[in-house]
T-cell receptor, first 110, second 114 residues
Framework: AQRVTQPEKLLSVFKGAPVELKCNYSYSGSPELFWYVQYSRQRLQLLLRHISRESIKGFTADLNKGETSFHLKKPFAQEEDSAMYYCALSSSGSARQLTFGSGTQLTVLP | DTEVTQTPKHLVMGMTNKKSLKCEQHMGHRAMYWYKQKAKKPPELMFVYSYEKLSINESVPSRFSPECPNSSLLNLHLHALQPEDSALYLC?????????????FGSGTRLTVV
C-alpha cells in the first residue's frame, strides 16, 4: 500500500521568510514523488517531480529515501505562493495511480 | 496540445437524472483517471483506465459508470446520485510507460446533486 503524510494542515509565514512544507511517504517499491499546487479556484498544477531535480518558482524538493521524505522548500516566500500544496506519490508498474497527501494550506502574510 | 479538457464545467442534477461528464486529451497518454475532490480535501482516486481498459476501480458505487471509448476520451456516466456525491470531479492523464513527466489534470466539473 502507498501512503503520503503531510503533517501540517495549515502553515503561515511572513513574506520573505523561508518556508518548508513537510511530506513523508510509505511505499514498498521505488517511489515517484511530486508536488502539486492548487491556487484558489484553479486547477491542480504540477509544481515539481523528484526525478527531474528542478526548481520551479523558487521551490525545490529533495527525495530522502532514508527518512522517506520529500519536503518542499523555498528560501524567500512571496504572497503569490499562498495556495494549497499537495504531495503525491505515483506507483510504478502496469497500473499506475497517484495518491495524494491531505494537503497543506500555505498563507504568506505581508 | 498539453491540456486535459473537461466538460461541462458546472452541472446541477436531480437525484433521478442521468448525466455524463466528459474528458479529452491529445497528449498521447494511455492512462486516464477519474478523481473526486471535496472542498479543502485532496483528490480521491475513483477509476484508472490503462490502454482503454479499466484497471482500477476503487470500490466506487455503481451509480458512477466510467467509459473509455478511445485513447483520447474518458466519460463518467452518472445515474441516481445522492446529494453527498456533490463534489469537483477531476480527470487526469499520464504516460503509461517510462518515467512519467507527471499527471496532467483537467480543471474539473463541479457537480451539485439536488
Amino acid at each position: 500500500a502507498q501512503r503520503v503524510t503531510q503533517p501540517e494542515k495549515l502553515l503561515s509565514v511572513f513574506k520573505g521568510a523561508p518556508v518548508e512544507l513537510k511530506c513523508n511517504y510509505s511505499y514498498s517499491g521505488s517511489p515517484e514523488l511530486f508536488w502539486y499546487v492548487q491556487y484558489s479556484r484553479q486547477r491542480l498544477q504540477l509544481l515539481l517531480r523528484h526525478i527531474s531535480r528542478e526548481s520551479i518558482k523558487g521551490f525545490t524538493a529533495d527525495l530522502n529515501k532514508g527518512e522517506t521524505s520529500f519536503h518542499l522548500k523555498k528560501p524567500f516566500a512571496q504572497e503569490e505562493d499562498s495556495a494549497m500544496y499537495y504531495c503525491a506519490l505515483s506507483s510504478s508498474g502496469s497500473a499506475r495511480q497517484l495518491t495524494f497527501g491531505s494537503g497543506t494550506q500555505l498563507t504568506v502574510l505581508p | 496540445d498539453t491540456e486535459v479538457t473537461q466538460t461541462p464545467k458546472h452541472l446541477v442534477m436531480g437525484m433521478t437524472n442521468k448525466k455524463s461528464l466528459k474528458c479529452e486529451q491529445h497528449m498521447g497518454h494511455r492512462a486516464m483517471y477519474w478523481y473526486k475532490q471535496k472542498a479543502k480535501k485532496p483528490p480521491e482516486l475513483m477509476f484508472v483506465y490503462s490502454y482503454e481498459k479499466l484497471s482500477i476501480n476503487e470500490s466506487v458505487p455503481s451509480r458512477f459508470s466510467p467509459e473509455c471509448p478511445n485513447s483520447s476520451l474518458l466519460n463518467l456516466h452518472l445515474h441516481a446520485l445522492q446529494p453527498e456525491d456533490s463534489a469537483l470531479y477531476l480527470c487526469a492523464s499520464s504516460q503509461q510507460t517510462g518515467t512519467p513527466y507527471g499527471y496532467t489534470f483537467g480543471s474539473g466539473t463541479r457537480l451539485t446533486v439536488v
